[in-house]
């Protein structure tokens, strides 16, 4: 098993910057990927970026260019920096993880989420 806390969030003005981070913690395992899903009330969950274990990144369309994701110091810290922000981008933010173990002689994956921390953008 596989733990993720989030940190950051909060109420922010349109324009304005927020830092999201998150850690994973646990025992004997590895990082596939770590990242971020954003839900806003009525609306799907949706992906806001993810990295890889190779440092490869991925955003969604509506945050490219303005959400940087990044690794901490420690390999199991990721951040997301959220620049130009937009009433839109309103949400509970959940750091999400792909993860292995190795038991049985083979290796693993799953995956594991964040309870969320609430990001509010005013106009």
């Known amino acids: 098993q596989v733990d993720l806390v989030e940190a950051g969030g909060g109420l922010a003005q349109a324009g304005g910057s927020l830092r999201l981070f998150c850690a994973a913690s646990?025992?004997?395992?590895?990082?596939?990927?770590m990242g971020w899903y954003r839900q806003a009330p009525g609306k799907e969950r949706e992906i806001v970026a993810s990295?890889?274990?190779?440092?490869?990144?991925n955003y969604g369309d509506s945050v490219k260019g303005r959400f940087t994701i990044y690794r901490g110091n420690a390999k199991n810290t990721v951040y997301l920096e959220m620049n130009n922000l937009k009433p839109e981008d309103t949400a509970v933010y959940y750091c999400?993880?792909?993860?292995?173990?190795?038991?049985?002689?083979?290796?693993?994956?799953?995956?594991?989420w964040g309870r969320g921390t609430q990001v509010t953008v005013s106009s």
């Open positions: 999400n993880g792909d993860f292995s173990i190795t038991y049985d002689g083979g290796s693993h994956s799953f995956p594991s």
């Open positions: 990295i890889r274990s190779d440092d490869s990144t």
């Open positions: 646990g025992s004997d395992f590895s990082i596939n990927s």
